[in-house]
């Protein structure tokens, strides 16, 4: 019996290591924050441009770039990067909001989320894309959780418009 439990767990470590080998690229980019763009089409976000954090605070900083915050109404109005208008990727009049809002079509947009693996951030850049003439959109991949990780400012706000 003993014998059959040591053969086992050495054919489990064999395993466990063999998946790591064959996915050791797709964890290097896990730990990088490119997670997200490994599991979207190539084809449907060449078009996409990513911004580090460094880069999405300078654009902030020199009031260069407006900030779209793609996630829920109750998660923005807990805390969002100053200025960060909010379009949730679940909002069913999206178009509605977005006229509302009255981007500014030639300034910079960079998109954010969560960060992590959300994809939030990068779908409302494919639908912004496809359904507005907003000529730079880009996407903060490290989003909400990247920008308050670093210490950057945050604002607060009762209205969940």
Not at 46 to 71: H, K, M, P, T
Request: aromatic share 8%.
């Amino acid at each position: 019996m003993g014998r059959i439990i040591r053969q086992s767990a050495l054919i489990v470590l064999i395993s466990a290591l063999a998946g790591l080998l064959v996915n050791s690229r797709l964890l290097v980019r896990f730990h990088r924050g490119e997670f997200e763009r490994g599991f979207v089409p190539a084809a449907e976000t060449e078009s996409i441009v990513y911004v580090s954090g460094d880069q999405a605070r300078d654009l902030w900083q020199n009031q260069q770039a407006q900030f779209i915050d793609a996630r829920s109404p109750g998660l923005y109005a807990a805390g969002h990067i100053p200025y960060a208008a909010n379009i949730p990727l679940g909002e069913a009049d999206k178009e509605g909001l977005v006229k509302r809002l009255n981007l500014d079509r030639v300034k910079p947009a960079i998109i954010y989320c969560g960060g992590g693996s959300c994809l939030d951030s990068l779908h409302l850049a494919q639908w912004l894309s496809a359904h507005h003439a907003i000529n730079d959109i880009r996407v903060f991949q490290g989003g909400w959780q990247e920008w308050v990780d670093s210490g950057l400012p945050v604002e607060a706000s009762c209205d969940k418009k």
